[in-house]
């Protein structure tokens, strides 16, 4: 397989054609039933313990469901996605998705147990299976070809973007109208913003542009058949750092305001200095994906994922200095930009186009059921010390373990076309 020549050139040819559908991907990312509850929970998980009563432990494991549900529902969009087409599942799914919102605002009255909070956070992925990363990668790898690496890093920015957003737009609904209007306002996001879009622009997204070529002939691509990758060392390598870096990354983001609130910062000070989360992960997905087209990826991986292990020192030891908590904040944030963009590159990188999805599709269900468990263990520590030191350690040692196992990988493989 041929190597992309290291220029600093972009050829724009692509975005005049295909802008709309970065547009409407970033803000379906943004506003899809994976990051939503992520970037949005933690700004209600202290609201919840005062008004219904909940341990914050509790709580805190409400992810591990959320993340078990995508398991099953990122398989499910890719079905419905071929069976029915994209706009149908699509449009079903940002009208579920803002339902199901509306249904956790009324969690006390249809029981009030923690349990039904955790039923609910597994059925949202599947109520917004649509707006899942599945479809808007999809839409992108359609219409982009040469600059396709810049346009999935562009569009998965969205979730930055989120955490940028909504901590702050929660908590303020939270602190005017009380704990309910946390969840509607995050119903309205997908209801009004990202629907309109999907209604003007998702007709044409499947009409792939001719100058891309056919994309019905699997043989004439390079790489490494499934069932061989899948024994490959190289390929468990990537899919267990991903796994540990993705597990500390999960953590972070749902308990990153709750531990500076108490540390002391108010709830929308911690919703403030986490939108520099949102920046950097911004920052770091976009310079991260144009840095592994130039570089060997796994030392690029090595600086981006281990950055985040001194993010979570500066907040153990740190956490009186505003500006420390702000870079530390922002450290972390780099490490969840580059994860989900490292994760597509490396599998592509090392097993070459022929049996991607299939690759991919394995992949993104391993790191979904591998960090399952990483709220409730989190929320675990907690409970036992009573404090989120032993998080933040835990959380550095995965790091620094994710990010050095990279290393090991070697020289990109030269990825022959497999015929038959």
Known sequence: MSHPKNTVAIDLAEFKVGWRYIILALVG????SAVMPLYGFGAMVVPLE???GFRRSDLLATITFSSFGAVFSSQLAGILNRRYGIKPVTLFSLIG???MFVVMSQVDRIGGSIWVLYTLFFLVTFAGVGTLQVT???VVNLWFDKNRGLALAMILSGSGVAGLVLPSMVTTAVEMWGWRAGFLSMALLPLLITLPLALMWLSGSERRPVAHGSSDAPAELPGVLFPVAVRSWKYWTINT????????IIVMVINTVPLLQ?????????????GAFGVSLVAGRVLVGYLVDRLWAPGVAFVALSIPALGCFILATMSDNPLLVVAGVSMIGIGAGAEFD??????????????YAR???LQMGVISGGICLAPTMAAFLYETFGNYDAVLTVNMVLFMIGSTILLGLGRYPHLEVKHG
């Open 262 to 274: 108490g540390k002391g910062y108010s709830a929308l000070e911690a919703s403030q200095i986490f």
């Open 342 to 355: 490292l994760a597509a590159f490396l599998v592509a990188r090392y097993f070459g186009m022929r049996d």
């Open 50 to 52: 005062e008004a219904l």
């Open 241 to 248: 750092s991903m796994v540990l870096v993705s597990a500390a």
């Open 136 to 138: 808007w990668t999809q």
């Open 29 to 32: 990312v943004a506003t899809s």
């Open 359 to 361: 690759l991919f599709g």
């Open 97 to 99: 998705l803002p339902l």
